[in-house]
């Protein structure tokens, strides 16, 4: 901030925008926990809650499904445990199939951002998810999407430039 390059402001939304998404996660991880006789399981937990935190950025809430994925952008570290989800799910993950990007700037049928989600505004894909994270639990959950058994019902924790084109699927 002293040198000019970060202005107050910027850090202010940005820092905004971290305490809404967390805040976001927080009130999922309550509403798996309340009366739910598996919130003493932290793999259900984080399984429920990677599910419903997932959030559409562009497109429909739900996906029509696939048998079939191809990876084509995003960090190859990414893309391995994209593909080891997509397996764990019954996918089948090659050079075929709907096209799956972890990037942004690379162009795909379907875009996923495994952060904010804000970081996916600009795909030009016609489908777009986060998960908020790249752990197995989102990622999972990322793969269920994809296959059409899971509604993606996360709602976005701020609006930003370009959240108009998310669709209320909570």
């Known amino acids: ?3 000019g390059t970060l ?3 910027d850090l202010v939304e940005k820092s905004e925008r971290v305490v809404a998404a967390q805040l976001a996660t927080a009130e999922a991880q309550k509403s798996v926990q309340a009366g739910d006789s598996d919130a003493k399981d932290p793999k259900k937990v984080l399984t429920k809650v990677a599910e419903k935190s ?5 497109g429909e809430c739900s996906f029509t499904g696939t048998d079939s994925i191809s990876i084509v952008g995003g960090s190859d570290k990414e893309k391995a445990a994209l593909k080891e989800a997509a397996e764990a799910e019954d996918l ?6 709907t096209s799956v990007s972890l990037s942004p700037s690379t162009s795909a049928e379907v875009a996923v951002g495994t952060a904010a989600p804000w970081t996916m505004r600009s795909t030009s894909a016609k489908s777009a998810v986060t998960a908020y994270d790249s752990n197995p639990y989102a990622l999972r ?4 999407w994809l ?19 998310a669709p209320d699927c909570g």
């Open 7 to 9: 202005k107050k402001k």
């Open 92 to 97: 089948t993950v090659g050079s075929g199939g």
């Open 1 to 3: 901030m002293g040198d």
């Open 54 to 58: 997932l959030t559409v950025l562009k």
């Open 141 to 144: 959950a990322v793969a269920k």
């Open 147 to 165: 296959k059409g058994d899971l509604e993606a019902s996360g709602r976005l924790p701020a609006e930003y430039d370009g959240s108009d084109k």
